[in-house]
Every structure is written in C-alpha cells, then in structure tokens.
C-alpha cells in the first residue's frame, strides 16, 4: 500500500505516520486485520480511530462553517446551517472520500467484502472523519483547514445556493419550519425500535407533532429514520 500516494492526494505528508496509520484502521478487529500491527493492541487501536474520528467530525464542521461564513456573507443562519450539512452530511463525506479513492488505504480484512453498502459507505464515512483529525492532530487546524479545503472543493464548486436552497433542504428542517411558522412547536423525534442484523440495522422512528398526530420512519441509521418520519408527516400534511 503506498500511502505517499494517499499523503499526496492530500497535499500533506504526516510527520507522525502512526497517526495515519490509526485513521486508516477502522473501528473493529473484524474489519482490521492488521490493527495489531501498529501497537500490539488491536483495541487500543480502535480507540484511537474512534477518537480522531470523533475530533475530524469537528474540525471539518468548524471549516466548512468558516468556508461558508466567508463565501456567503448575505446568508442567513438557517440556510447557512443547512448548506453545512449538505456538504457534511453522510452522502457528502462518501462522495468526498469516493473522489480521492480512500477505500483503497484503508486497512481492511477480507470480510469488509460481505458487508452492505450502506455498511461500507459508513466505515468511508468514519475514515474520512479519521482521517481529518489526523491531520489536525499532526499539525494545526489552521493546516487542517486548507486540506479540507482542497478535498472538498468540487463539493463547494457545485454548491449553488442562490438558484435553489429548497433543492438542499433536509426534510426534518422544513418539517421544524412549517411548525414553527404556525405555532405547533417543535416535532418531535423518537426511535421506537432496532431489528435487522448488527452488521446491516435497521431503525425505525416516530416524529410526533401537536394536533397533528405521528407518522413512523424507516432507515439504516437513526437519522436516516427520522428523516423518513419526517417526509411521511410532510406528505400527510401536504394531502390534508
């Protein structure tokens, strides 16, 4: 595996190349056979990719919020909010990572290939998120900040907000707007229960809003089911 290639794709070369190597295992022996190699802890190494994933999801969030800050000084902070998680949300970061072909440094066992796409698009996810923190652990946020910037660049070309925010509006936040807008309150969001196997899950969830009623959802994740909770109730209000 040649990870210079990776580093230059990033246009940025780790000093500490056991931090990369930390963001390039994920989570879980069963998905990292060669874990062990880096400290002789295959759990240790696991925590450590939890926790640089845990500081990338920030970092990235506090530099696409600066980017946007910048670039759009004549918007709001709702649009601004859901610009930020068009472009970090979990379809975004795969794409991202999809662009730069992370999957192929990735430290993985054979069984990675009997998981579900959806599956897989989350360990992308995870690792990008790693990945990230990585740097910003290697460096500084200031360094971390222009490699985002590079990678996420196509994602920000294409980001057109004057022509159509609607097209980039997650349902839950109109679903919010259109209660606020009558006095209803906030909808509110519950997950009710778990089922499918550990590797492939399946949630589902009930938004509940007064004097409307509820309406359940269904989804891989639990965001993924209150975003359906959410369109059912917007498509029962809308047919009412």
Request: aromatic share 8%.
């Amino acid at each position: 595996m040649q990870l210079d290639d990776l580093e230059s794709k990033l246009s940025y070369n780790f000093r500490n190349k056991e931090i990369m190597y930390h963001a390039l295992t994920p989570q879980c022996s069963a998905l990292s056979e060669r874990g062990s190699e880096l400290s002789g802890n295959t759990g240790n190494t696991n925590i450590q990719y939890q926790r640089l994933e845990f500081l990338g999801d920030n970092v990235v969030g506090l530099a696409v919020s600066e980017f946007l800050y910048g670039e759009y000084p004549d918007v709001d902070e709702g649009a601004l909010s859901i610009m930020r998680a068009h472009l970090t949300n979990g379809k975004a970061m795969v794409q991202v990572a999809s662009s730069m072909g992370l999957q192929r440094y990735l430290r993985l066992s054979k069984e990675y290939e009997d998981l579900t796409n959806n599956k897989r698009n989350k360990i992308l996810e995870n690792s990008l998120e790693a990945l990230m923190g990585g740097v910003f652990m290697d460096s500084t946020y200031i360094t971390a900040r222009a490699v985002i910037y590079r990678i996420w660049s196509n994602m920000f070309d294409a980001l057109h907000v004057c022509d159509d925010i609607e097209k980039i509006r997650d349902y839950k936040s109109k679903m919010q707007e259109w209660a606020q807008k009558r006095g209803m309150g906030i909808p509110k969001y519950v997950i009710i229960s778990k089922g499918g196997a550990d590797h492939d899950p399946l949630f589902t969830a009930s938004v509940s809003l007064n004097g409307i009623g509820d309406r359940l959802g269904m989804g891989c994740s639990k965001k993924e089911a209150e975003q359906d909770a959410a369109r059912k109730m917007l498509d029962f209000i809308g047919s009412k």
